[in-house]
């Protein structure tokens, strides 16, 4: 199980930081482990999902202008999702469009509420807990659809792992833009923490 944020390629005119080119809609793991040119990727995507013009009299310097809607909003988002692949028969469930990393915790409710969580459409990713099984179905409305099962505790292992990833790449993302955005970068890493629903939370011993 790995958290992947939705990517598009920025505009060639995007000059504010060095990013990666990525294939519209394709998917960027989120982790420790990523290039300076992949954060400034994935701060890019936020951030353009997040986007806002300033308010009259708000800063219009081209930096601040950017970053304003991910500064400011009070609901942010974050494109995607989690992605589980089961590496013994290649099967993968992905997030479908409009699911957002700001909503990984509704997993939560598959291991431990109603049993049943689906993850955006175009395809239907749904996963649902049967007699301490989580079925993942790829896409509910396919028949063919592929499907991974695995036990409800397995799944929590799972999932206390991606939310690590996620950890681990915001504090990478606050070193970097620290190097990269020094007056920002506090609040860059805070926004950041909020989209994906890390805000306010400590981490696990």
Known sequence: MQPVLEMEAPDEDFALWPTNSFEPYGFLVLDGRLTPEEVGSAVWRIAVANEEAPEEGEPTDPLDAFLYGLLTAEDLIAHGGFRVTDTATGAVFAPGCCNGLEEWRDWLEVTDGSGKARF????????????????????????????????????????????????????????????RLPEQAAAVTAALARALDLAGRADPV
């Open 120 to 179: 955006g459409h175009g395809p239907v990713p749904q996963a649902e807990r049967l007699d301490g099984v989580v079925r993942l179905t790829a896409d509910v409305d396919a028949e063919d659809s592929a499907v991974i099962e695995l036990p409800v505790d397995e799944l929590r292992r799972l999932l206390a792992g991606a939310e690590q990833d996620l950890r681990d790449f915001v504090r990478l993302a606050g070193g970097w833009a620290e190097r």
